[in-house]
């Protein structure tokens, strides 16, 4: 009635099978409209954890693929190869 801390109607959350006048068809259809609910919210956090470890795969992965072609780009092996061959062929 408008007092303070007085939880209004409209936001009263009811127990279907307290609740005095439903009939078996009404406490039914509430069960399925809560259930569905419950539903579309579990799926929503799922779909956003879903996101979420779907970005943190992709930036492990470039972060794996840019490091290797970094190091591959800095390795001088073959440089080193190539030289031993040139003063091996010098030689002969």
């Given amino acids: ?3 303070p801390g007085e939880e209004a ?3 009263r959350r009811i127990d279907p099978a307290r609740e005095p006048g439903l009939s078996p068809e009404q406490r ?4 399925q409209v ?3 609910q419950r539903q579309r919210a579990l799926h929503r956090r799922l779909r956003s954890r879903n996101v979420l470890l779907a ?6 992965t470039f972060g ?12 001088r092996f073959l440089d080193e190869l190539e030289q031993e061959a ?7």
């Fill in 1 to 3: 009635s408008g007092e």
């Fill in 64 to 75: 794996i693929y840019g490091y290797t072609f970094y190091s591959v780009s800095q390795e």
């Fill in 28 to 31: 039914r259809l509430m069960a």
């Fill in 34 to 36: 809560d259930h569905a």
């Fill in 55 to 60: 970005l943190g795969i992709g930036a492990v």
């Fill in 9 to 11: 109607a409209f936001a």
């Fill in 86 to 92: 040139e003063s091996a062929r010098a030689r002969a």
